[in-house]
């Protein structure tokens, strides 16, 4: 049966609703994640954010390979002949690759086979692919059957939803697939026009953080901000740096306030250090991206992953940011 409020981009766009198609029960949905992907990142961070791990099952794909250039055959399942630390079987079906878990649900489907992927198994129907509608909908979605505890956890408050709308706009566009439009540049004249967007949202972020005062983006309450931002800064000195190219400055040496908001969600708030996997994070783009790294070779660096220790004090930082080319 074909999926609820299928479009022609090659997406689903199904939501978990008390009252609707889809409603939230215990143990009938299933996740399909990488631990790669910034954008399957959100998925798994409102996941343990809302307290969703034991009502929400998961798979996770290996890291590589991806496939070719079209995304043929796409994301790998280990086995115990080719295991990978962190990965699990399909969980649901066994597959042996992800695509064939969007062709269960259309035969025909011809788009790119991504993670995040929310599955129903009642149905056995795909729900939603597309990562920030899973994280705005389990935001509210599953709150009839939430304890107070996590249903109380509001990540899109009425109060700040324009300001979030606002900023989550630009830091879309030109951070977090700004980096891709960057790593992914054909020619120098693109990666030129491309790169320089990356690093202009970053010193607007820091100057945000700075006049914000933290210990979260927009102040004393963590948002759906905060979960889209962290996936991409935590992959940034990692792997955008120097393999996406984006070398105008580094996180931990450039910008010490988004550095200090990045270590503090890592180290002391629940749910962000469990969902990160350098390993899955430097291998999946330096062993799947042979068009850009040939021969598959991961750096050592940087080294820590991350920094310890966190300066709770702002007042103490001075912000910082890069000097733009002209």
Request: aromatic letters at 12%; hydrophobic letters at 35%; a neutral charge.
């Amino acid at each position: 049966m074909a999926s609820v409020l299928k479009v022609e981009d090659g997406s689903w766009h199904g939501l978990i609703e008390s009252n609707g198609e889809f409603p939230p029960e215990k143990g009938r949905y299933h996740l399909y994640i990488g631990l790669f992907c910034p954008f399957a990142h959100r998925a798994n961070l409102i996941r343990h954010l809302k307290g969703l791990t034991d009502i929400i099952d998961i798979s996770i794909v290996k890291p590589y390979p991806k496939g070719d250039d079209k995304g043929w055959p796409g994301w790998k399942f280990p086995t115990s002949e080719d295991p990978y630390e962190g990965s699990t079987e399909d969980n649901l079906f066994r597959s042996k690759y992800l695509h064939e878990v969007y062709f269960r649900d259309n035969k025909d489907y011809k788009g790119r086979y991504s993670v995040p992927v929310l599955w129903d198994k009642k149905t056995n129907r795909l729900v939603n692919n597309e990562s920030l509608e899973i994280l705005r909908n389990f935001n509210t979605g599953w709150n009839s059957i939430l304890p107070e505890e996590y249903k109380k956890v509001d990540l899109y408050p009425e109060i700040l939803r324009k300001e979030i709308d606002e900023v989550g706009q630009w830091m879309q566009a030109d951070l977090n697939t700004g980096v891709y439009k960057a790593g992914f540049a054909p020619n120098q004249a693109t990666y030129d026009k491309n790169v320089v967007p990356v690093f202009r949202a970053l010193n607007r972020l820091e100057e945000m953080l700075s006049k914000n005062g933290g210990p979260y983006l927009l102040g004393l309450q963590l948002t759906e901000l905060d979960l889209r931002l962290y996936p991409t800064l935590i992959r940034f000195d990692t792997v955008y740096v120097q393999h996406f190219k984006c070398n105008l400055g580094t996180i931990r040496h450039d910008y010490p306030i988004l550095n200090e908001w990045m270590k503090n969600l890592y180290w002391n708030v629940p749910g962000f250090k469990e969902t990160t996997d350098f390993r899955h994070i430097k291998e999946n783009y330096t062993k799947s991206h042979a068009h850009i790294n040939p021969k598959a070779i991961t750096p050592m660096g940087p080294i820590p992953d991350i920094e310890s220790g966190v300066e709770k004090d702002w007042n103490k930082i001075k912000a910082g940011g890069v000097k733009l080319p002209a």
